[in-house]
Nanobody
């Protein structure tokens, strides 16, 4: 069993920054990649970014490239999403997911956190 807990969400004005954290516990050896998804009201949950540790790789959806950075601290079993130059359209609940490699759909990740709210005002 793997548990994922997100933190770091909050409210920020457009152009501001937030850093989300996803802490993993339990049988973390079951995870070789982690991703971030987001879901806005009335919309489908969508892929944001992901990281795989071996071989090393990161991936981002086009709308966040150049603004968001995903990283990993293996000593803390934590993955981060640094979010800069935030826009109102980034407003959503952000979810952390874990799996065996980088996937782009929700159905392919085995483990999920409960989400953290990010609100960006204009």
């Amino acid at each position: 069993q793997v548990q994922l807990v997100e933190s770091g969400g909050g409210s920020v004005q457009a152009g501001g920054s937030l850093r989300l954290s996803c802490a993993a516990s339990g049988r973390t050896f079951s995870i070789a990649a982690m991703g971030w998804f987001r879901q806005a009201p009335g919309k489908e949950r969508e892929f944001v970014a992901a990281i795989r540790w071996s071989p090393s790789r990161t991936s981002y959806t086009d709308s966040v490239k150049g603004r968001f950075t995903i990283s990993r601290d293996n000593a803390k079993n934590t993955v981060y999403l640094q979010m800069n130059s935030l826009k109102p359209e980034d407003t959503a609940v952000y979810y952390c997911a874990g799996g065996t490699t980088i996937y782009y759909t929700t159905k392919d990740y085995r483990f999920w956190g409960q989400g953290t709210q990010v609100t960006v005002s204009s």
